[in-house]
């Protein structure tokens, strides 16, 4: 482990840091030309990854026309320790050191970076193949005070306004201040959102062994499936508002993997069902393209999970058709070749979305 956090400090010098730029408006400006946005998630999950940073940023940075990056969450892999945040004593297998070494590569990208959080660098901290590393709310908080430390301002290198959901809140419910990595904003007559939804059946399976806390875990579960679905419904109240021309959606959870039900021996999913279930109406209802963008599963794909109830991903949580909305599943650390994909959107298109994935290692 030592030699992977010596891996991340030469990574952070191999890398010519940009200058920042100035912010680049408001959240909630409409506006009508085209943007084209990097996405990666699950990464980096090994040292080669790790080494092979530069490749990544520099292959984002030499697009001139991505002008935002977005990462769906794990920072590391699901048998990587986590930071041991706030524990006294530390964990013995805690890696105190990652997310910082993983935020300031996300520095190195001279565009604005939206990331949203993954079940590997909180909920999973816990578990015995993560090292029992960290009490799951201690790493929520630790990622939220260094990934969001300003609300509705991103990272990276040049800094993006967004509406965070930890400023604009129904105060009755102010529990929903917390969910600070919840955003959204508007551009290209698309309305982009993000959700803490994570893997690992939105955290269902208990906490272990001296994390154990059933209450506490209850409460988080029930407090951030409310505020995602009062978030997903402002994202949709906002495009109908502003006649947009599509959703975007960005999460960490593949809420339709074949491989997380517990016939195959996974977590299961029944923990999205509510959730898919309110995506599904607010999809039907608003009639134009919605692309939802997860990682988790690792493998790239494409598809329209809802489009047929009676396929295998339609009858997971029992939705109505919904053929306008399609899922993309970005490729993870653990698939090759390493790429990132490249996602164009134009209100003039009557698709809207279009993508490719671009390789950065073979």
Not at 110 to 115: A, C, L, S, T
Not at 187 to 213: H, Q
Not at 318 to 345: D, F
Not at 347 to 357: H, L
């Amino acid at each position: 482990m030592k030699k992977t956090l010596a891996l991340v400090a030469a990574v952070l010098c191999g890398l010519a840091a940009p200058a920042a730029r100035a912010g680049n408006g408001a959240p909630l400006t409409p506006s009508t030309d085209p943007i084209t946005i990097a996405v990666f998630g699950d990464w980096p999950y090994s040292s080669t990854l790790l080494e092979n940073a530069p490749l990544l940023v520099n292959s984002i940075n030499a697009d001139p026309k991505v002008r935002l990056v977005l990462h769906v969450g794990d920072i590391h892999s699901g048998s990587m320790p986590c930071t041991g945040a706030q524990l006294e004593p530390i964990p013995a297998g805690s890696v105190p050191g990652w997310n910082v070494g993983i935020y300031n590569i996300f520095q190195q990208l001279k565009d604005p970076v939206v990331y949203t959080p993954g079940d590997n660098e909180w909920t999973d901290c816990h578990k015995s193949k993560e090292s029992s590393s960290g009490y799951p709310l201690y790493e929520l908080a630790a990622v939220r005070d260094l990934f969001f430390p300003t609300p509705g301002l991103t990272v990276g290198g040049r800094k993006k306004q967004v509406e965070s959901q930890a400023l604009v809140f129904d105060p009755a419910h102010p529990s929903d201040a917390q969910f600070v990595e919840n955003v959204m904003w508007e551009e290209s007559g698309v309305v982009f959102v993000t959700l803490n939804v994570p893997g690992s059946n939105d955290d269902l399976k208990p906490w272990t062994g001296v994390f154990s806390n059933p209450t506490a875990q209850l409460q988080e579960r029930t407090d951030r499936d409310a505020a995602n679905l009062r978030w997903l419904n402002r994202a949709f109240d906002r495009a109908a508002a502003d006649n947009a021309r599509g959703v975007l959606i960005g999460l960490q959870a593949d809420m339709w993997d074949p491989a997380a039900l517990p016939i195959n021996g996974g977590d299961g999913l029944t923990g999205y069902t509510t959730f898919v279930q309110a995506l599904a109406n607010r999809c039907a209802a608003f009639g134009r393209p919605v692309l939802l963008i997860n990682g988790d599963s690792h493998v790239y794909g494409s598809d329209t999970p809802l489009a047929d109830p009676t396929s295998a991903t339609g009858v997971i949580h029992g939705t109505p058709a919904v053929p306008n909305l399609t899922r993309i599943t970005v490729e993870g650390s653990t698939s090759s070749p390493s790429e990132w994909l490249r996602l164009s959107i134009d209100p003039a298109d009557p698709q809207v979305f279009r993508w490719t994935n671009i390789v950065y290692l073979p």
